[in-house]
């Protein structure tokens, strides 16, 4: 790799907010170009040809564009394997790619703001109730799932591509005012990784398009 990496991001994102703990994970030296969603940068002609699918992230490595978080890492994953995402065994990595896909399918499109503004009722913004059904119902299978599934981290003792994308996920739920009491393995799993240096370099205050004037209450999410 000769010319360092560069992620399209969006500091708040979730989606790169996984890619940015698998680079960190890999031990990768990388680029941010921030892309400000707020502002519709993601729309923009030029992004477009970054990602015809006008999403963060979109990653720039070894002279190609990848898009879509869950192949990006596991391109990383395939081209540094060093501390893989996936376990040994085949049924924990089956698990680990479950897991990963419950979160990315199951409950992450349905609390896109594109489709909170496009199912929002008269005089909303955001139809953020919707989002909350969702994701509460997801967590509701994810608790189940992982409380069968963990040892210290998701699927066994070992960080896996499942823990890449659950950290983002439990801070959109509680941005979301998503109770997360009833989701005890989660929340026990999530400060565990928390500590990790990979996850803390890549949290969304430590990004340099997060705002400099977040609220003690905005910025209470990512802590
Ligand atoms: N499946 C895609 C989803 C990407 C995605 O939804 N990105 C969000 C931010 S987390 C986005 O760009 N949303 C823009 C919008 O809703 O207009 C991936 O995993 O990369």
Redesign the pocket.
């Known amino acids: 790799m000769s010319i360092k990496p560069i992620l399209f991001s969006?500091w708040s994102?979730?989606?790169?907010w996984r890619v940015r703990i698998a680079l960190h994970l890999k031990d990768i030296d990388f680029t941010i170009k921030p892309v400000n969603?707020s502002k519709g940068e993601?729309k923009t002609k030029e992004f477009q040809e970054i990602n015809p699918m006008?999403?963060?992230?979109a990653l720039k490595i070894d002279g190609k564009t990848l898009i879509?978080?869950?192949a990006i890492i596991n391109y990383l994953d395939e081209a540094f394997p060093q501390k893989p995402f996936l376990p040994t065994n085949i049924y924990q990595r089956a698990q680990s790619r479950a897991i990963a896909d419950v979160i990315?399918s199951g409950i992450?499109?349905l609390q896109?703001?594109?489709v909170l503004k496009y199912t929002a009722k008269e005089g909303e913004s955001l139809n953020l109730n919707f989002a909350r059904h969702w994701i509460k119902e997801g967590f509701e299978s994810l608790e189940e799932i992982v409380s069968s599934s963990s040892g210290k981290f998701c699927v066994g003792n070992e960080v896996t591509i499942a823990d890449i994308v659950l950290i983002p996920q439990v801070t959109k739920a509680r941005q979301f005012k998503i109770d997360l009491t009833p989701f005890p393995t989660i929340c026990r799993i999530e400060k565990d990784l928390k500590v990790l240096e990979a996850f803390h370099k890549a949290n969304p205050l430590r990004q340099p398009d997060c705002p400099n004037d977040l609220t003690d209450y905005n910025k209470s999410f990512f802590e």
């Open positions: 969006s994102s979730s989606c790169s969603t993601h006008k999403h963060v992230p879509e978080s869950l990315a992450q499109p896109n703001m594109k």
